[in-house]
């Protein structure tokens, strides 16, 4: 029997990089791991820390370390391997893409990830497998390294010079690699989309690999990938050509790295199907490791969109159990703040300065906003969601019953909004046009 390993936990001390969501801590025991620790804050809009959802730390945690749990397992990756066939089967095209090489490497030894482990909370024991008997909102994870791009001025425009990947190993790509299983009124892609004319829509919908137009709460017949930057102040879309140059990849790492987005995503995809939500859009870490790829970085319902179908008093609506539902918070209850942001985000393409800068600038000027606190009542809401999930996870529920918490909570939430006298703006975003099925 393999001991497990023991590291100590970061208590009273800073952590050596603190993000919007989560702390990373080197860990004393080993140079070439790394504890994360994920907090109950949240961040919408790129603006940082700005709400905090009471359990949530400990839930999304308990999500991370699962779905890591399963990409690492040979026996999960052969019933995926079936369930591939099944799923694409008539599209051949497709099914030899996913199946060259790398699927067949994860139905032998599961897929490379840098996750270790969810640390216990008084022992400070690392459980690769399972949960500890106290769990806790701390994981390990083998440490790579963070590349940042150098920002270059050239007349009034403002470049990012990506050379430093160039011969580097053991590093992050810079990349968000997207995976969708269908559209959203809030994508980024269908935002894009509808800026275009024809010609352009026509262009980028073959390079989505894509015939059909985008519209709102449709699926895909297979999953498509897109990409944004990763390190620049504000998320930036990418082509499938600067996105390939940035990456550092070659062209064949390049397609595994799409390979491995799209295989990881189908593992979500089945994970919240047997609790009757629907998976449209995620988003992927990779770092290059030697010639080996590996999933990094945290996967929880921040990184993701997932929903399900509720009817309230006989309309159908979409409700979201990630955080999109507070993005659509904050657009509905606190419109003027929001567009603040986007403004302030104009500014800053324009001035080379953080878009943060020109926000605090305009609060403190009083031409923008300050930023809201979030309703108690609504917390509460999402409070119930990691709650029904955390109890699936550690199995004490089960998925049907888990399924009825969700939507009793869904339609929670839309009675919220129905309070507010806001009921016709969430359906503008979150409605159907069509009856559920």
């Known amino acids: 029997m393999n001991k497990k390993p023991v590291v100590s936990l970061p208590k009273d001390i800073s952590p050596d990089y603190r993000g919007s969501v989560q702390e990373l801590y080197f860990c004393r025991e080993n140079p070439e791991w790394m504890i994360c620790k994920t907090t109950p804050g949240g961040s919408v809009f790129d ?8 359990g949530s730390d400990l839930c999304r945690t308990a999500v991370r370390h699962k779905i890591y749990s399963l990409l690492g397992s040979a026996g999960e990756w052969r019933e995926i391997s079936g369930d591939i066939r099944r799923r694409y089967g008539s599209d051949r095209e497709h099914l030899d893409f996913l199946g060259a090489g790398i699927l067949e490497e994860f139905v032998e030894n599961g897929a ?31 440490k790579y390294k963070v590349i940042k791009p150098v920002r270059v001025r050239l007349f009034s425009n403002y470049l990012w010079d990506y050379s430093g990947y160039r011969g580097a190993d053991k590093y992050v790509i810079p990349l968000e690699n997207i995976v969708r299983f269908g559209i959203t009124p809030g994508s980024s892609v269908y935002r894009k989309y509808l800026r275009m004319n024809e010609k352009e829509r026509r262009a980028y919908l073959g390079e989505l690999g894509l015939k059909e137009d985008l519209a709102p709460w449709t699926a895909f017949p297979a999953p498509v990938v897109d990409f944004t930057t990763k390190y620049e102040p504000e998320d ?3 082509g499938l050509q600067e996105a390939l140059y940035i990456s550092g990849c070659g062209g ?4 595994n790295l799409i390979r491995m987005s799209v295989l990881g995503s189908i593992l979500v995809f089945r994970f ?16 290059r490791d030697g010639d080996k790829l590996v999933f990094v970085d945290t996967i929880d319902t921040d990184s993701i969109r997932v929903t399900a179908g509720i009817e309230y008093k006989g309309k159908p609506y979409f409700v979201n159990f990630n955080k999109q539902s507070m993005r659509d918070y904050y657009k509905i209850m606190h419109a003027g703040w929001f567009e603040a942001v986007q403004s302030a985000k104009a500014e800053a393409a324009k001035s080379g300065r953080s878009f943060l800068d020109h926000l605090r600038e305009g609060q403190e000027k009083g031409s923008y906003p ?15 969601k990691f709650n029904a999930l ?21 339609r929670r939430e839309i009675g919220y909004y129905e309070s507010k006298g806001v009921l016709s703006e969430f359906a503008a975003i979150n409605g159907l046009q069509k009856d559920l099925k």
Do not use: C
């Open 47 to 54: 603006v940082g820390t700005i709400f905090s959802i009471p």
């Open 112 to 142: 490379p990830t840098h996750h270790l482990g969810m640390i216990d909370k008084d022992s400070g024991e690392v459980y690769a497998d399972g949960f500890p008997p106290n769990p806790s909102p701390y994981v390990l994870v083998k």
């Open 236 to 238: 930036r879309n990418l």
């Open 252 to 255: 064949d790492e390049f397609k």
């Open 272 to 287: 919240f199907e047997k609790l009757g939500l629907s998976l449209w859009d995620l988003k992927w870490e990779i770092a």
């Open 370 to 384: 300050v930023t809201p606190e979030v309703d108690g009542d609504f917390i509460s809401i999402q409070e119930a």
């Open 390 to 410: 955390i109890s699936y996870i550690y199995g004490r529920a089960d998925a049907g019953e888990t399924f009825d918490r969700l939507m009793s909570t869904g």
